[in-house]
C-alpha cells in the first residue's frame, strides 16, 4: 500500500518523501513503482519521460525525522496493528511541523483512538485507498470525533487531485468498505471449513453469480490472511457480535503462517 500511495502522490505532481526503517524494504517499493509505471507506459497512460519525472519526486528515508521533518502532508500504511499505529502516531506527532495533516491509511482501526495520542487531533483524518492504489478509485476519508472541518475538506480535495473519488464516512469500526467487505470473506471461509463447496466452487459462485471481479477467497489470499483476521477482530472486539467472530480456519492458517499471496501460499498456492 505504501509504494502506491506514494506513486500516485509522485504521479500527480506531489515531491514524496518515502520511510521505511529497512532499505531493503525501500528498494523492493522502488522497484513496485517502476514495474507499475512500466506498465501504465505499455498501456499508453503514461511516457517514458513522465516515468523519469515521477521517480525523481520520489526520495526514501530510514530515518523517519528526515522524512516528515518539512512534510505538509504524512500518510502513514504501516502494517494493521493498533499498538504500532499508536506509536507512530506519538513520533510523527512529535517530530513534524505544527501544521502537518496525519493521515491513517487504516482499513479499520479508530481514527478518534489514533488521534487521542497527539497533540493535534483536530487534523488527524482516516485515508484509507483501495488496493491497487494506482488503479482504484475509491479513497475512503474517515473523520474521527474531533477531525476539524477544514481538514476533511482538504483531504477531499487532495483526493480528488490525485484522481480518486472520496466518500466521506464516520469512525465506526470497518468504517464502510470492511464492515461490509469482511463478514462476506469471513462467511466465504466458513463455508469452506463447514464442506459446503471447495474453493474454486466458492469464489466461481461469487465470480460468475454476483459479478465480482475476484472470489472472496482469492481476495482473501490477496489482502492477507493476517489482515483480514485482524480487521475481523476489529470488528468484533467493537461490535461484541458474535457474527464478527473470525472463522477458525482463519485463525489457523494465520498461526501456520499461510498469509496469502506475500507468503506464497493461502487459499491457493502461489
Known amino acids: 500500500m505504501g509504494n502506491g500511495i506514494a506513486h500516485s502522490f509522485a504521479q500527480h505532481g506531489f515531491k514524496v518523501a518515502l520511510i521505511d526503517t529497512n532499505p531493503e524494504a525501500l528498494e523492493r517499493a522502488l522497484g513496485t513503482i517502476r514495474h507499475n509505471l512500466d506498465r501504465q507506459i505499455k498501456k499508453e497512460v503514461l511516457t517514458e519521460d513522465d516515468k523519469r519525472q515521477i521517480l525523481k519526486r520520489i526520495t526514501t528515508y530510514v530515518d523517519l525525522r528526515q522524512g516528515v521533518s518539512r512534510a505538509d502532508f504524512v500518510v502513514e500504511a504501516a502494517t494493521e496493528n493498533e499498538s504500532i499505529k499508536l506509536g507512530l502516531f506519538r513520533e510523527l506527532d512529535a517530530l513534524c511541523p505544527p501544521n502537518t495533516v496525519l493521515a491513517t491509511n487504516t482499513s479499520s482501526i479508530s481514527i478518534t483512538k489514533i488521534a487521542s495520542v497527539t497533540q493535534r487531533a483536530d487534523r488527524v483524518i482516516g485515508m484509507h485507498f483501495m488496493n491497487p492504489v494506482p488503479v482504484m478509485k475509491l479513497v475512503e476519508v474517515v473523520k474521527g470525533y474531533s477531525t ?9 480535495i487532495l483526493s480528488e487531485r ?6 466521506e464516512v464516520n469512525d465506526y469500526p470497518g468504517f464502510v468498505a470492511n464492515r461490509i467487505l469482511m463478514p462476506l470473506i469471513n462467511e466465504a471461509i466458513y463455508a469452506l471449513h ?9 469464489d466461481t459462485v461469487m465470480k460468475l453469480g454476483m459479478a465480482h471481479p475476484m472470489g472472496p477467497l482469492e481476495l482473501a489470499d490477496f489482502i492477507g490472511l493476517d489482515v483480514c483476521l485482524s480487521i475481523l477482530r476489529v470488528l468484533h472486539d467493537g461490535f ?4 464478527y467472530a473470525p472463522c477458525p480456519l482463519l485463525v489457523n492458517m494465520v498461526t501456520a503462517g499461510k498469509l496469502g499471496k506475500k507468503t506464497g501460499q493461502g487459499f491457493y498456492a502461489y
Do not use: F, M, Q, W
Not at 148 to 156: A, E, F, L, P
Open 148 to 156: 476539524s472541518v477544514d481538514t476533511i475538506h482538504s483531504v477531499i
Open 162 to 167: 490525485l484522481g480518486k473519488i472520496p466518500v
Open 194 to 202: 463447514e464442506g459446503v463447496a471447495d474453493r474454486e466452487a466458492i
Open 240 to 243: 461484541g457480535h458474535p457474527k
